[in-house]
């Protein structure tokens, strides 16, 4: 396991450690878009989960990074049930790319579209 996190879960550690990091890249609010732009997935967790996901993982690889590198997650949710009974979809996507991050779910009263059930930011280090 790579020294600089702790714990051996992806995608819910409690805690990372980042020895020393050269650059960062802090990763805004992600959240489930099609191919237009348009919100994607309405009404459907799972599916607006997967689509979510996908996104921060590309975002670091544009950037020079790797998902693995992502130290910290942040979901932010108006459906905090829906998305602690669909966790296994949410350790997925980093499970694939042995990310191990420190994760935290939070449930809020809304996001910027209606449509959207969660958004996600994070932060990597290299």
């Known amino acids: 396991m790579d020294p600089r996190f702790s714990g051996d879960r992806p995608a819910c550690n409690r805690a990372v450690a980042v020895e020393q990091p050269q650059r960062r890249l802090v990763v805004a609010g992600h959240e489930a878009r099609d191919d237009e732009g348009g919100i994607a997935a ?34 932010f949710t108006v459906d905090i049930e829906a998305v602690t009974a669909d966790y296994d979809v949410v350790l997925s996507v980093p499970a694939e790319a042995d990310c191990r991050p420190a994760g935290l779910p939070a449930g809020v009263r809304a996001l910027s579209d209606p449509r959207m059930l969660l958004e996600v930011e994070g932060l990597a280090a290299q």
């Open 42 to 75: 309405v009404g459907d967790i799972r599916g607006q989960i997967r689509l979510t996901f996908q996104r921060p993982a590309g975002t670091p690889h544009e950037a020079g990074f790797a998902l693995s590198d992502l130290a910290r997650i942040r979901i």
